[in-house]
């Protein structure tokens, strides 16, 4: 638990707290759910817990509109109820990292409330970013930018003035040139890494710093997020933002070990590496396999460009197939792939809009594609981020009914976007029950019969389930990881094979054929094999 590098292979586990186990049976997930779940979470294997947040919040963004960054919503528990949780994953051998929102707080936030309290100018509005609108009287936005969750991005208060918010009108933007939000955040780094946080995943790392100098650019002047590589867009990736960082670094290094930071930043792969360096947060998320279709080409074509990426920042690649921002992998896989030349791969979003109705979805053959892709990931060199559930198989969820919906995605682009709901639908642990064991009474979210097939319960014990797979997977992987490098090996085009050091080799069949195994002893496989023969949509580990 001492090693300063735990985190460059680490196996993370996502839990998203408000959808994964529920110990007081209100329907909402709770950190004493996570603590009874320790035993679960040490027997899959994994290395470390990402806890996305569990902090006060009205929920206008499932938790990420934060209300106090130091303390915990009653609904999920309390700060004892914290640090029972990271005692328990600490004696069973598994770190801690915990998600910081600093682009924007809540607008039930203190300062926030203090700020529509203030007059125009004042120390107190400073800490946000509010503007006067534009137009003979005011009554229009400072610029027509729109919010990523949809709309305007400014959101008017009652004395006329405009404040920004990138996501949703309940997150109003930090002013991150104010020295009293920089110190504010320093301090709560600091108060999560005394109660034992080992390392903070920082949302939307790439947009704290902004040039808001008037005129403020129209929208069809900016480049998309994460297609610039200037540094100079007003309020995506601009270069300013690795001061910050910096600062963030100095405290994270007081601490043995150094406390360790990911950043959540959808970037151009030019500039990922500066949020990874070892003078600013150390690692960065790397998002292209989870935006790749199952794909030979480009499955190595990510992979190269990343390991290259890692070695000239000295960071360790991570990786990643799902998480709570997007369709779940499984269905991805099962849906027909992009368009040729779309510059990304099935998103599924779609196949959500229209209730799980088209395009068709092949769920046997996502789970089969879902189960290959991750046993190859789990064999590159690098961080392995999970997401919960998907050691169960479990697919997204569509057909959620519009009244249950609760991201704002969905409220604010009706008919456009689902939202990410159908990934956050609360766990099945038991095949039955009100929740599926989830909790005494029924979940947030409401959960598909199906759900009752993919429980942890119905899975324990068969040796062929998802479940065990991950199991034997993460416990080869911790057996087998040595130096963070691969050799790749001949093969034919809808093949991918590499060698790690000390002999270890995965090989991934992506076409529609078997192929004939490599000579070895075989480890470990993403389903059955046929004889000496590698069928389609499998990988298999040989020593």
């Known amino acids: 638990m001492t090693d300063p590098n735990w985190w460059r292979q680490a196996a993370v586990y996502q839990i998203y707290p408000r959808s994964f186990s529920d110990a007081n049976g209100d329907g909402l997930g709770d950190l004493p ?44 528990g309390s700060l004892d109820d914290f640090d029972d949780m990271a005692a328990a994953l600490h004696a069973a051998g598994i770190k801690l990292i915990v998600d910081i929102v600093p682009n924007h707080s809540s607008n039930r936030h203190a300062w926030f409330r203090e700020a529509l309290a203030s007059p125009r100018g004042s120390a107190a509005r400073s800490r946000y970013i509010f503007r006067d609108g534009t137009g003979p009287d005011g009554n229009l936005p400072p610029s027509d930018w729109q919010s990523v969750f949809g709309g305007s991005a400014w959101e008017q208060v ?3 003035q405009w404040y920004l918010h990138l996501f949703a009108p309940e997150q109003p ?56 590589t200037a540094g100079t867009h007003p309020f995506w990736d601009r270069d300013e933002v690795h001061a910050i960082f910096a600062e963030w670094r100095k405290l994270f290094n007081e601490y043995d070990p150094p406390r360790t930071a990911v950043a959540e930043a959808w970037v151009h792969a030019s500039r990922r590496g500066r949020y990874a360096s070892p003078e600013g947060l150390g690692q960065a998320f790397n998002f292209d396999l989870l935006q790749a279709d199952f794909d030979a080409a480009r499955f190595r074509e990510i992979i190269t460009a990343n390991l290259e990426q890692a070695a000239t920042t000295g960071a360790s690649s991570t990786w990643v197939l799902s998480n709570h921002d997007v369709v779940r992998h499984a269905t991805r ?9 779309s510059k990304k791969g099935q998103d599924g979003k779609a196949w959500v809009l229209s209730g799980g109705t088209e395009p068709e979805l092949d769920r046997g053959l996502g789970l089969r594609r879902a189960r290959a892709a991750t046993l190859l990931m789990l064999a590159l060199p690098g961080s392995a981020y999970l997401y919960q559930g998907e050691e169960l198989g479990l697919h997204e969820v569509a057909e959620i009914p519009d009244a249950d919906r609760q991201d704002p995605t969905f409220h ?7 939202g990410r709901d ?30 009752a097939a993919a429980a942890v319960s119905g899975q324990e014990h068969d040796g062929a389930s998802t479940l065990n797979f991950y199991r034997q997977a993460l416990a080869l992987r911790g057996k087998q990881q040595t130096a963070e490098e691969l050799h790749w090996l001949d093969s034919p085009s809808t093949v991918l094979h590499f060698r790690r050091p000390g002999g270890w080799q995965s090989i991934t069949n992506f076409g529609t054929e078997a192929v004939p195994l490599p000579e070895g002893s075989v480890l470990h496989s993403s389903g059955p094999l046929d004889g000496a023969q590698l069928p389609p949509a499998t990988t298999a580990w040989l020593a």
């Open 158 to 160: 009652p004395d006329g």
């Open 33 to 76: 759910g996570v603590t009874a779940k320790v035993p679960y979470l040490a027997q899959l294997g994994v290395d470390a817990v990402w806890l996305s947040p569990f902090y006060p919040s009205a929920l206008a963004d499932g938790g990420y509109d934060v209300d106090d960054y130091r303390n915990v919503d009653p609904r999920l």
């Open 412 to 418: 604010r682009s009706p008919g456009v976007d689902k």
């Open 422 to 451: 159908g990934c956050r639908v609360p766990l099945p642990w038991t095949t039955d029950g009100p929740s599926f064991g989830f909790g005494a009474g029924q979940a947030h979210l409401p959960q598909p019969e199906e759900f």
């Open 333 to 341: 896989y099962g849906l027909p792939s992009a368009p040729a030349g």
């Open 173 to 228: 933007d930090f002013n991150w040139e104010n020295p009293e939000v920089r110190g504010e955040f320093l301090t709560t780094l600091r108060f999560w890494s005394d109660r034992c946080v080992d390392g903070f995943r920082i949302d939307v790392a790439h947009a704290l710093a902004k040039d808001l100098t008037e005129p403020l650019a129209a929208a069809a002047e900016l480049t998309a997020e994460g297609e610039g």
